[in-house]
């Protein structure tokens, strides 16, 4: 079984100011871990994965997370915020060997302020 | 890549009344689907999901069935609504012949059972 644990359901940041959210995972295997970005009203549209590849993992918008094995996390950073980047983000966990059954973290709301 | 279309986007629906989201794939051939749902204030539960034609998984026990008349359409029912049934539907699939193994979401159907 695994679970997702995203810390803070609301991080508030700058604009320019580093983002960084918090996912912490348990797996029972090795897991494939995801971020995901949702925009208001909308669907989720994948910003990064790992999947055993490089630890440190670059995805779409500036956004980074970086798999740490011995501290069971995936955060996701980003250097400089940008207002566009105000959404809710979700850590994802699946199994490596059951790919696409996707147990999701609670979500952290990310409000930018100018 | 594989698109996913869901409608309707939003749906207003008296409790005790009948349900049908459908959800359609295209880009792609024999994905694996799921049916996530969305509670306010709540992370993402995986509802359903679906290998094949007329191959149905529940992941949790509910007022709600699932249904895959065709490879790439999955359908989420229900015979009366409940007001916990409100919540906002996604749909999902895998693309893994693309080797990107990527999740792709559907736009989201809301549903609010008064």
């Known amino acids: 079984a695994q679970s997702v644990t995203q810390l803070g359901s609301h991080v508030s940041v700058s604009e320019g100011a580093l983002v960084l959210l918090r996912c912490n995972y348990s797996s029972s295997v090795p897991p494939y871990l995801f971020w995901y970005v949702q925009y208001p009203n909308q669907g989720l549209q994948l910003l990064l994965k790992y999947t055993s590849a490089a630890t440190l993992v670059k995805g779409i918008n500036g956004f980074e997370a970086e798999f740490k094995k011995s501290e069971t996390s995936f955060h996701l950073t980003k250097p400089s915020a940008h207002m566009s980047d105000a959404a809710e983000y979700f850590c994802?966990?699946?199994?490596?060997?059951?790919?696409?059954?996707?147990?999701f973290g609670q979500g952290t709301i990310l409000t930018v302020h100018p | 890549s594989q698109t996913i279309h869901q409608w309707p986007a939003t749906l207003v629906q008296p409790v005790g009344s009948p349900l049908s989201l459908e959800c359609t794939v295209e880009g792609t051939s024999n994905p694996n689907l799921y049916w996530y749902r969305q509670a306010a204030g709540r992370g993402l539960q995986l509802l359903f999901y679906?290998?094949?034609?007329?191959?149905i998984s529940s992941e949790v026990p509910q007022n709600l069935s699932a249904s895959r008349p065709q490879d790439r359409q999955f359908i989420l029912s229900s015979k009366k609504l409940l007001l916990s049934d409100s919540g906002f539907y996604l749909c999902a699939g895998d693309d893994i012949i693309a080797v990107q193994e990527t999740q792709y979401f559907g736009p989201g159907t809301r549903l609010l059972v008064l």
């Open positions: 679906s290998v094949g034609i007329g191959q």
């Open positions: 994802a966990v699946t199994p490596g060997t059951s790919y696409g059954k996707l147990t």
